[in-house]
């Protein structure tokens, strides 16, 4: 798989469940970013978790990272409508690159 | 909350023509990205410029394309001659720090469409 791809591709849940989003990742990273990104809008970035982390919280989110593994997850608890969008995790392709790089993303859809 | 902005939010322009996007970064970041997003694919990074120069470009970012920080708080992407594959969804981003050792905060994006 290429850096920084998500699973699974779609998501389809109803409003209050949870939904969780993978991610997994080729090279060593100094951290790892989730962002989301509503239809033809731009990207709002979530949460960055840095290596020395394992676990991290913001609001209804929560983000994993399991470093053996090269792997990170994105929870979303109690999903709402508005939360339906596509969600990225971001990763460098080599240890102290600048540039981000994206997978294709989850595309979450909340059903009311 | 500071939010790095972008002008114009939509943008035609004919094949061969040269077009200026503008982005404003957050004031106090050091390192400014472009990235762009064509429809229904990955968004893939371009370049990123601190200190007045270029520090990193993707083969994307060919003689066509440069940029520029005209002053003290404006973030250009130029593109010379544009080609009907140019169409996209550009975004500017800017982070404090470089890279992933901090966020990076992107912009609303601007929608390019070559006729």
């Known amino acids: 798989s290429q850096q920084g791809e998500e699973d699974p591709q779609a998501l389809s849940i109803q409003e209050g469940e949870n939904a969780t989003m993978n991610c997994s990742y080729k090279t060593s990273i100094n951290n790892l970013q989730w962002y989301r990104q509503n239809s033809g809008r731009g990207l709002v970035h979530l949460i960055l978790?840095?290596?020395?982390?394992r676990e991290k919280h913001s609001g209804r989110l929560r983000v994993t990272l399991d470093t053996s593994k090269k792997s990170s997850s994105l929870l979303i608890t109690a999903s709402r409508a508005a939360d339906t969008a596509s969600y990225f995790c971001a990763t460098p392709p080599i240890q102290g690159a600048q540039k981000l790089v994206f997978g294709q993303g989850t595309r979450l859809t909340i059903n009311p | 909350e500071p939010e790095v902005t972008q002008t114009p939010s939509h943008q035609v322009t004919q094949m061969g023509q040269e077009v200026i996007l503008r982005c404003v970064p957050i004031?106090?970041?050091?390192?400014f990205y472009w990235y762009r997003q064509i429809l229904g694919q990955k968004v893939e990074f371009l370049v990123s410029f601190y200190n007045n120069e270029i520090s990193e470009k993707s083969e994307i970012f060919d003689d066509q394309f440069s940029v520029e920080r005209p002053d003290g708080s404006n973030f250009t992407l130029k593109i010379r001659s544009t080609k009907l594959e140019d169409s996209a969804m550009y975004f500017c981003?800017?982070?404090?720090?470089?890279?992933?050792?901090?966020?990076?905060?992107f912009g609303p994006g601007t929608r390019l469409t070559v006729l």
């Open positions: 004031s106090n970041h050091l390192y």
């Open positions: 981003a800017s982070s404090v720090l470089a890279g992933l050792t901090d966020t990076q905060y």
């Open positions: 978790i840095r290596s020395n982390e």
